[in-house]
T-cell receptor, first 113, second 111 residues
């Protein structure tokens, strides 16, 4: 089954404690992306990756890091989380030739105290 | 001003009604226009997409793009309670890697 998986699905942490949210896709997609979703603001792109070892900033990259060492994985790293990073996070992937069809993961709900 | 504006609703309609969902945008370089449906506690899933202007129909759903007015619409005919969800419009430029989403419209279809 084609899918994007994220872990963990729910996470409560404290300010300053480094965390990583993993994302994996099994569709051999070149393009992967991270979004955060906040009430009234919709989905905002944090970082995206066009292929292995190629990443770039989206609209709200501050406080986040990413890496793309393998095609299937695209982890999101919060080095020093702050309460304003409390949000619902989605990973997405698409093929390089299909600009419109993004497949989203189930989401990770993060609470930073 | 946001690049993409979408009324968050909520929009409540009776079963069988025709639903109209809309977004406006400011970036004339947008060429790909998408509609995603998001059920509660789920990730968005692609519902419809159009490239440039025009209409596209798929079953009960019709997507319209009016680039001259920078306005896109999604129509749902014979709406069903299972259509109750948040609908997000999204747009991107040709050759671009960024997708800009609207805030989403919450739709309730009452049986």
């Amino acid at each position: 089954e084609a899918q994007v998986t994220q872990n963990p699905r729910y996470l409560i942490t404290v300010t300053g404690k480094k965390l990583t949210v993993t994302c994996s896709q099994n569709m051999n997609h070149e393009y992967m992306s991270w979004y955060r979703q906040d009430p009234g603001l919709g989905l905002r792109q944090i970082y995206y990756s066009m292929n292995v070892e190629v990443t770039d900033k989206g609209d709200v990259p501050e406080g986040y890091k990413v890496s793309r060492k393998e095609k299937r994985n695209f982890p999101l790293i919060l080095e020093s989380p702050s309460p304003n990073q409390t949000s619902l996070y989605f990973c997405a992937s698409r093929s390089g030739t299909s600009k419109e069809t993004q497949y989203f993961g189930p989401g990770t709900r993060l609470l930073v105290l | 001003q946001k690049e993409v504006e979408q009324d968050p609703g909520p929009l409540s309609v009776p079963e069988g009604a025709i639903v109209s969902l809309n977004c406006t945008y400011s970036n004339s370089a947008f060429q790909y226009f998408m509609w995603y449906r998001q059920y509660s506690r789920k990730g968005p899933e692609l519902l419809m997409y159009t490239y440039s202007s025009g209409n596209k129909e798929d079953g009960r759903f019709t997507a319209q793009v009016d680039k001259s007015s920078k306005y896109i619409s999604l129509f749902i005919r014979d709406s069903q309670p299972s259509d109750s969800a948040t609908y997000l419009c999204a747009m991107s430029e040709t050759g671009g890697f960024k997708t800009i989403f609207g805030a989403g419209t919450r739709l309730f279809v009452k049986a």
